[in-house]
């Protein structure tokens, strides 16, 4: 499974950006699909994951009501759409996959994208 992250940038807070990761390189109806981010000096953490059919999401506590999870199935990517930016939320950005469904409860996804950095100035 082969994943490429995009769509960071440089935004001001308050302001919204969406990020884009494609996949390829596998059967995704059966994945499980993550973004999680590492800021400088800290620890990876999840941000945000969704079943392929999209019927169950899951969001971490600081982002939950501000960032959506979605996935275009024809395309093979999943977005990360980010509303109301902080400048707690810059960090790097990394999308994960996995066909194991219970992945979600653990963090240990099996294919990772490289990151896309997102920086929110105060």
């Known amino acids: 499974v082969q994943l490429q992250a995009s769509g960071g940038g440089l935004v001001q807070a308050r302001a919204s950006l969406r990020l884009s990761c494609a996949a390829s390189?596998?059967?995704?109806?059966?994945?499980?699909m993550a973004w999680f981010r590492q800021a400088p000096g800290k620890e990876r953490e999840f941000v945000a994951a969704t079943n392929w059919s999209g019927t169950r999401t899951y969001y971490a506590d600081s982002v939950k009501g501000r960032f959506t999870i979605s996935r275009d199935s024809a395309k093979n990517t999943v977005y990360l759409q980010m509303n109301t930016l902080k400048p707690e939320d810059t960090a790097v950005y990394y999308c994960?996959?996995?066909?194991?469904?219970?992945?979600?409860?653990?963090?240990?996804?099996?294919?990772w994208g490289q990151g896309t950095l997102v920086t929110v100035s105060s």
């Open positions: 390189g596998g059967i995704f109806i059966t994945y499980t």
């Open positions: 994960a996959a996995d066909s194991r469904s219970w992945v979600v409860a653990t963090g240990d996804f099996r294919s």
